[in-house]
């Protein structure tokens, strides 16, 4: 007789239910909804980066666009990039040894806390909190120790959200290695001053911590983002701070700066010493990322340079990028306001989130869930709806009901407790073509009525 087939998966995979992203990239298609959950934009990628993937395609003789590349970066991707971050850091950054490409920036991330972070070390992160920081701080066996950001009541801009210095120093003690800075700021839209990022520096060095700055949208920023101008922003690198650089990994996107998220192109820019072991994970697990995206990337930014440095307004980078940006915005904005939405002002990214507390007709899903269990009470089972929180059942109701697809605020924290004291908002991903943006406005008057 054979034995049962009954494999029990590593302890360190965790919870395996499905991730936000998951859950919701079904439920749109399924419900056939407007998508404004995801953050990718859904309009034509800008041409001028296609054409160059489109020029290499069309060169199948080309080895250094189609077969392996050198493993830690094509030759021309990390020569370009260690100009523009030299140039934005105004350290000067070494193509060989400070730069490793990754698949996304996910990969990047996942990455440096494998490589720094040992059984019961604590790494910093600041809630609300892109998603996937805790998961991969437990892949390597680390404890993710968040610290919250808070919005006054009654504030409406994303930069009212603030850290607690005296908190999160609070929370270092001598098991902490490691902080993430996510800047601009996912989910909220929250630009980072030059003074909460000096603040975050001091600790790191008093503390003598090593800095991932999660900077993905750091192009998707306007100086006048703001509708009336009152108040000028700036994206600060972390890694441009004095002092800085020596203990950062800095991480970006080429998915998000070109719009073209689905190729799936990160970095980790760090010294040589602090990126050394994450080359040493990727030499052992993607070896190398593709080729043909890599120089199509590397063209796209040896083109963009002079235009971002000394013809700004014919940069992607400078202007175009963040100038669409920045109307869909405002457009996103009117159109949630007029549904009841109190919207919160982001800084910068394409990320807004909003309170659904006025929102009309809005089912009380607690309560309506116990009824349901109270009529069926000869089932032993809990609902298990019960337990989910406020905002995600929202959200569920408005993909199901009003075919409009967004995210929950709190599936960026990772307590009940916290989940359940910011239960009241969405986050709405504004960067979509106009056709999408009309659809969503169709569905969001409707809800005003
Ligand atoms: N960090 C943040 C804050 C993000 O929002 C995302 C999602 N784009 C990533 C990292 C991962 O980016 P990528 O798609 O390049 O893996
Ligand atoms: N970073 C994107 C967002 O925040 C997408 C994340 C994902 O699809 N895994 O929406």
């Not at 908002?425 to 409707?446: G, P, Q, S």
Request: with cysteine; aromatic share 12%; glycine share 4%.
């Amino acid at each position: 007789m054979s034995t049962p087939f009954n494999p029990v998966p590593a302890e360190r995979v965790g919870d395996q239910s499905a991730s936000i992203w998951t859950e919701f990239a079904a439920l749109a298609v399924e419900n056939k909804a407007v998508n404004l959950g995801q953050g990718f934009p859904d309009g034509s990628a800008p041409k001028f980066v296609t054409d160059i993937l489109k020029k290499i395609s069309e060169k199948p003789e080309m080895v250094d666009g189609h077969q392996y590349t050198r493993g830690y970066g094509h030759p021309k991707l990390v020569e370009t990039l260690a100009k523009w971050y030299s140039y934005l850091y105004e350290v000067a950054v070494n193509a060989s040894d400070d730069i490793l490409i990754t698949v996304g920036a996910y990969h990047a991330l996942y990455y440096a806390f494998l490589a720094w972070i040992n059984e019961g070390d604590e790494v910093i992160i600041i809630e609300p909190a892109f998603d996937c920081y805790g998961p991969q701080i437990k892949f390597a066996g680390g404890v993710p120790v968040p610290v919250l950001m808070k919005l006054p009541e009654g504030a409406d801009r994303a930069c009212d959200f603030k850290i607690d210095f005296v908190e999160l120093e609070a929370k270092i003690n001598t098991n902490t290695k490691m902080i993430v800075i996510n800047n601009p700021h996912n989910p909220t839209g929250k630009l980072f001053s030059y003074s909460e990022l000096q603040r975050t520096a001091d600790l790191a060095k008093k503390y003598n911590l090593i800095v991932v700055a999660d900077e993905v949208y750091e192009f998707h920023v306007e100086n006048t983002f703001n509708v009336q101008g009152v108040w000028k922003m700036e994206m600060v690198r972390f890694a441009s701070l004095p002092g800085m650089y020596e203990r950062t990994i800095s991480i970006g996107s080429a998915g998000k700066i070109f719009s073209v998220t689905g190729w799936k192109l990160g970095w980790a820019i760090a010294p040589k010493k602090l990126l050394a072991p994450l080359k040493a994970n990727h030499q052992n697990c993607a070896s190398s990322c593709s080729t043909p995206t890599q120089l199509a990337v590397a063209e796209a930014l040896e083109y963009e340079f002079p235009k971002y440095l000394f013809r700004p307004f014919k940069s992607y980078l400078a202007y175009k990028l963040p100038k669409e940006i920045c109307k869909k915005c405002r457009k996103m904005s009117v159109m949630l306001k007029k549904a009841n939405f109190t919207t919160i002002w982001p800084d910068a990214g394409f990320f807004m989130l909003a309170d659904y507390s006025n929102v009309k007709n809005v089912p009380n899903f607690k309560e309506s869930v116990q009824e349901e269990s109270q009529a069926e009470s000869d089932e032993p089972e809990p609902q298990i709806e019960v337990e989910d929180p406020a905002d995600l059942m929202f959200a569920r109701w408005l993909c199901r009901e009003k075919k409009i697809a967004v995210i929950p605020l709190t599936a960026f924290y990772s307590t009940n407790e916290d989940k359940n004291a910011n239960d009241k908002m969405i986050r709405v991903c504004f960067f979509k073509k106009e056709e999408t943006l009309n659809k969503a406005k169709k569905v969001l008057d409707k809800l005003s009525q």
